[in-house]
Nanobody, 123 residues
Framework: QVQLVESGGGLVQAGGSLRLSCARS????????MGWFRQAPGKEREFVAA????????GYADSVKGRFTISRDNANNMVYLQMNSLKPEDTAVYYC????????????????WGQGTQVTVSS
């Protein structure tokens, strides 16, 4: 089993920044990918960004490209999501997810999930 714990959410004004963290523990795999997803009230969970553990290649949703950056710290089993130029439409619960294969954008392809952290962007 893999345990994922997110932190770093909060309330921020539009244009501000937040950095989300995801701590991974339990079964580890040197390959595979980590992803960030988000879910706003009344909406489906959507892909935000993903990164591969081994070579660090990344993928982003069009809505966050140029504003969000995903990164990893292999030694400490951490994944981060730096969010800049936040907009009210970024308001959602953000989830960290893991899978033992290459990066993917569909939530159904991720096996392990954290409990989520709330991000609220005020206008």
């Amino acid at each position: 089993q893999v345990q994922l714990v997110e932190s770093g959410g909060g309330l921020v004004q539009a244009g501000g920044s937040l950095r989300l963290s995801c701590a991974r523990s339990g079964r580890t795999f040197t390959t595979g990918a980590m992803g960030w997803f988000r879910q706003a009230p009344g909406k489906e969970r959507e892909f935000v960004a993903a990164i591969s553990w081994s070579i660090g290649n990344t993928g982003y949703a069009d809505s966050v490209k140029g504003r969000f950056t995903i990164s990893r710290d292999n030694a400490n089993n951490m994944v981060y999501l730096q969010m800049n130029s936040l907009k009210p439409e970024d308001t959602a619960v953000y989830y960290c997810a893991a899978r033992p294969f290459r990066i993917a954008t569909q939530s159904s392809m991720y096996e392990y999930w954290g409990q989520g952290t709330q991000v609220t962007v005020s206008s």
